[in-house]
């Protein structure tokens, strides 16, 4: 039972030390410092982030509204609804 509790012991002690002598030598951030530090440190990254997704949506949205596609995809569109014979699937 002795050996038992000096081992508790020795591990408490082995565990406990080291946490203290860390959270004094080195102090935990606060929330805003460790913000600022992890976007310094990821700044490219972000930066690129942004980039490639400015990117894609170039690429995706039409930048114009009166672009070619758009006016050909209105008026076809516009028949459909309106029913124009030369688009009418067979059987409707």
Same mark, same amino acid.
């Given at each position: 039972?002795? +050996?038992?509790? @000096?081992?508790l012991l020795h591990w408490g002690?082995?565990?406990t030390v080291p946490t203290a002598i860390a959270l004094t030598v080195f102090?935990?951030?606060?929330e805003d410092?460790? =913000?600022e530090m992890l976007e310094k440190k990821y700044k490219t990254d972000i930066d690129?982030? +942004? +980039?490639n997704r400015h990117m894609f949506k170039e690429l995706l949205l039409?930048?114009?509204e009166d672009t070619e596609g758009k @006016?050909?995809?209105?008026?076809?569109?516009? =028949?459909w609804m309106k029913g124009d014979p @030369?688009? =009418?699937p067979p059987g409707v």
């Open positions: 039972m002795v +050996k038992i509790y @000096k081992m002690i082995m565990f102090k935990p951030l606060d410092s460790q =913000r690129r982030a +942004k +980039k039409p930048t114009e @006016k050909i995809s209105d008026e076809v569109t516009d =028949r @030369k688009i =009418r």
